[in-house]
Each structure stands twice: as C-alpha cells, then as structure tokens.
C-alpha cells in the first residue's frame, strides 16, 4: 500500500519541479559548463589520482576553472556613463593594439598607443566642439618677457602694507564650476591670455580637457558650461603636466606617465609627438614634472618616475638624450629658481627635498646605488620625515616651499645668506593636512609666477593661500577638495581640480572690473 504524501512533502516536489523548469528556461546548465569549454576539454585537467599506500600523501592541485563574466559594465568596459561616445575616436592608424582594432575592455586599453603626429580633426568628432576650438584667439602679449623682467629687476618681499589690500581682492572672487574631464585630475594650467579664462585639464587616464570659461554665461538661463569645453585623448597615462610654449601662445605642452611629450596647435589644430623617453630595457620613461628653461625659452627641463633629469632643445630631433640621476626613486616635483636660472630644487619619494647647481657634473655620486649614471653637483639638503610632494620657488625673494606626507609646508630661505651650509633649515613650518588618501591628487603647494604668494589645496575643500613669509592671506571654500592648483601667470585668478574632473576657478567677475573703471 503506497503511503499518501503529506502537505509538506507535495509543497517540495512542486518547489522541486519549478525550480527545474527555471533553470531549463535561464539556459543556466550551458553556463555553469561554460568554464570546462574554456579549457577545450575536459580531459585536459588533472584528475584526481587513487589514493594507493605509496602515494596516499601526496596530492596533485587541481586546475582552477577560468572565470567568465556574464556580464560587462560601462565601466568595466573603459567607458564612462556621461562621456558621449561621439565626441571623440581612437586613430586606427595611429594604435598600437595588442590585438583587434578597438578596445574591449579598460584593462586591454593600457596596451593602446597614440603614435606620432596627428590631428584633432580626427580625433574630435564633433563640428561644434572643433569650431569654438578653432575660434580661440590666444594670445600672451608680452608676457613672458615682462615676467623675466620683474625677475631679474624686483628683489622686494610683499610689503605688510599690501596685504590688507591683497585680502580684499580675494574678497571679492566668485567662483564658477565645470566638469571639464572625465576622471580624477593629474595636471592643471591656466593659460596666460588675460581676456578670457581658458582652463586645460588632464586626468589619470590620458584625457585632456579644455574649458572657456565665461562668467557673464553662467547668470543665464539654460546655460550648459559642457558647450564651452572641449575634450580628447593623446594619451593613455596620467597627464603629468600641461603647459604652453613661451613663445607661441597657441602651442599646448603636454607631458604623461606613459614618456610622451607632445605639442597641442590649437590654431592648426594639430598635435605632434616631440619625444617618447623610454629606459635601457624599452620600458616607458614616464615624465613626472617639466618646465621651461628661464634662460631659453626652448630648452625643456624634465625629470622622470625613476628619478632622472635631462633637458633638451625642442627645435631639435632628440633621438639620443642623456639623462642625469638625481634620485634613486621617483622625482615627485621640480622647480627652476628665477634668480638662478642654472638652479632647480627637487622633491623626491627618497623623502628628500634636494638643491642642484646645473654647471657642475658628478660622475659617480656617493649617495646613489647606481653606478651608470652621472649627476649634478648637490647646493643643499634637507631630509624629511616622509616624501617630499612638492617645491616651488617663489617669484624674486629667494623663498623655496616645500609640502610633503608629514603634513607640513616648510619655507626655505635659498639666498645667498640663507645657505650657509649644505644642510637646508626652514625659516618656517607651517602645519597642514596633507592626507590624501587613494583616490585624491596629491596636493602640491605652488608659488604665483608674479607674486611672491603661494596657494595649497586643503582637505576642509577650499584653497589656503599664504604669503612668502607664511601670512595667511585667504581661504576660498569649494564643494569638494581641489587637489590640483594652477594660477595664472599676471591675473588675479585660481582654479584647482577635483578628484571626478571638475574645476572650480575663482576670478572677480567681469561686472566687478567694470566698476572698478
């Protein structure tokens, strides 16, 4: 006699029976096999041996299944959610592909390289976008010649006097945001034309992004800063540093981790590649900080993630270039002293911030553990807790900054007085959180180009601006943390980046001036 089934027990053959015919409609029995088709067959993996007395104690490791998404986001993909997939597109003639012909995924992406000159035309999709780019009309003036000129001419330090003066101009800057660049930003330069607010921005994954900003725009309705910004991609690294040719106001520099450093036309609309460094095995020689010769405008200083310097013409072809060793790890920062040309300081993760007379050579310097490589003479030291993040030297009073991970901003005295050994000792430390974390820029503390003031990112999101001589002279607030900090060279304005791409600019707007007149 068959024993009638319980409640319980037909509820569980009925589970049992929709949970199969579930499975059957998913197709979920091909993917959980989908891993042994990886593998070809299955008679390709180990199997497991009998166990027998003479090999019970020894075991064979099983192959481990290779793992297959089912799914792919726009992340993982190397896209972004709010980049519109029209505006830009990657040279089938200038890539380098491991395999294929477009980038599946973000991680095979590092394998791309934009190779050789090219044009923005081809890069940039977007007529509109390509149009207001070929309307800017940059221009410097006379700039770079006044700058070197007030240099050599003005040894004064800013007069107390001046600074009540000084704070109410930063009182009356008003702020304006825009989400120039896709991902965290890396660099940030403020062009010198002084009739228009042009921002160029790189972020961690080689993008570049350019921003016409425009106060007088922002009051309006509707107004959507995205149409004053222009963006591409030459490079597949960090965006080390952009900067702009001293004598020709239309020619971008710009420098990345991946050792590229190309030239941006804005009036041609072009970009030509004017070196790639890379180290005695092939390997790129990513570029960590570079800059203008003070003494020729043509000569470009730069130092590199492996602690390397050199310098050369950028008229020349440069196919063969001899690097000096100034550190043993990477050269976080560099800055050329205004009053000595031949002079540049250097931050390093050796926690170092270190002094370098140019016209003196070393050939095999003792402090270093490479025996192939040259340097240059050592002025002075100073010896940090941690890393050294930044240096800059101040316009034309001998002051050098310097900020680093032991949350301090330390001013050095670097005249002629002021080193009287070859040990550097601040005349003022200053105590700053300096905690970034992962996903934030470093903060580097940078000096006015015309003005012996100085501005640092701080981690209560607002940028400290102080005097040479550690005066406080203002704190701007922004909504997030504006890690990177460009100022430009002759106006009043500054802006910083933020960890998601966007800028914020502090200026006096257009109205204020007019009063003023």
């Not at 945001?177 to 009739?195: G, N």
């Not at 228009?196 to 994954?205: E, F, H």
């Not at 002094?355 to 050579?361: A, E, F, N, Q, T």
């Not at 905690?435 to 999101?461: C, D, H, V, Y």
Request: hydrophobic content about 30%; overall charge neutral.
């Amino acid at each position: 006699m068959v024993k009638e089934l319980t409640s319980f027990q037909k509820k569980r053959l009925e589970n049992i029976k929709r949970n199969n015919d579930l499975l059957k409609k998913l197709n979920l029995n091909n993917i959980i096999n989908l891993p042994k088709d990886i593998n070809h067959s299955t008679s390709n993996q180990v199997k497991k041996p009998v166990k027998s007395a003479t090999n019970s104690s020894k075991r064979v490791k099983k192959e481990k299944p290779i793992p297959i998404p089912t799914r792919r986001s726009r992340r993982l993909q190397g896209q972004d959610a709010a980049k519109d997939e029209n505006a830009s597109v990657y040279l089938d003639a200038n890539l380098e592909p491991k395999k294929g012909s477009t980038p599946p995924i973000k991680a095979d992406w590092e394998d791309f390289k934009i190779i050789g000159d090219v044009k923005l035309t081809d890069i940039i999709k977007d007529d509109d976008k390509l149009n207001k780019l070929n309307s800017l009309k940059l221009s410097s003036g006379d700039f770079f010649n006044e700058l070197r000129e007030f240099q050599k001419n003005n040894n004064v330090k800013q007069e107390d006097t001046d600074l009540p003066e000084k704070e109410e101009e930063y009182g009356r800057m008003e702020m304006i945001q825009a989400k120039v660049i896709y991902e965290r930003i890396s660099s940030l330069y403020t062009h010198p034309d002084k009739t228009q607010n042009i921002i160029i921005a790189g972020d961690v994954s080689g993008n570049i992004g350019l921003w016409n900003a425009n106060f007088k725009q922002f009051t309006e309705d509707n107004y959507d800063p995205d149409d004053d910004i222009t963006r591409f991609q030459l490079f597949n690294k960090n965006v080390s540093k952009i900067d702009c040719f001293p004598t020709k106001p239309d020619n971008l520099l710009a420098a990345s981790y991946d050792g590229r450093i190309r030239s941006i036309n804005l009036e041609s609309r072009e970009s030509e590649e004017l070196i790639v460094l890379k180290n005695e095995y092939d390997d790129a020689l990513g570029v960590s900080d570079c800059q203008f010769s003070y003494s020729d405008p043509n000569v470009l200083f730069l130092t590199t993630l492996s602690g390397e310097f050199t310098q050369f013409d950028i008229r020349e072809n440069n196919k063969s270039i001899e690097f000096k060793r100034l550190a043993d790890k990477k050269i976080g920062s560099m800055s050329i002293n205004p009053q000595k040309p031949y002079q540049i300081a250097t931050g390093s993760l050796d926690r170092t911030l270190k002094l370098w007379d140019l016209r003196k050579m070393v050939k095999k310097p003792e402090w270093s553990q490479y025996d192939d490589f040259s340097s240059h003479e050592i002025v002075a030291t100073y010896d940090s807790r941690l890393s050294v993040s930044a240096v800059s030297f101040s316009s034309n009073d001998n002051t050098l900054v310097c900020n680093g991970y032991d949350d301090t901003v330390r001013l050095f005295d670097v005249s002629d007085e002021g080193l009287t050994s070859d040990a550097l000792t601040p005349k003022l430390t200053i105590t700053h959180n300096c905690q970034t974390g992962r996903w934030t820029s470093i903060l580097k503390a940078k000096f006015k180009p015309n003005e012996n003031i100085f501005a640092i990112a701080n981690m209560k999101r607002a940028f400290d601006i102080y005097t040479s001589d550690g005066k406080q002279l203002a704190h701007l607030s922004t909504p997030t943390v504006p890690a990177v900090v460009s100022w430009h060279p002759s106006q009043n304005w500054i802006s910083g980046g933020n960890s998601s791409g966007k800028v914020f600019l502090y200026a006096e707007p257009p109205s204020t001036t007019i009063k003023e007149e």
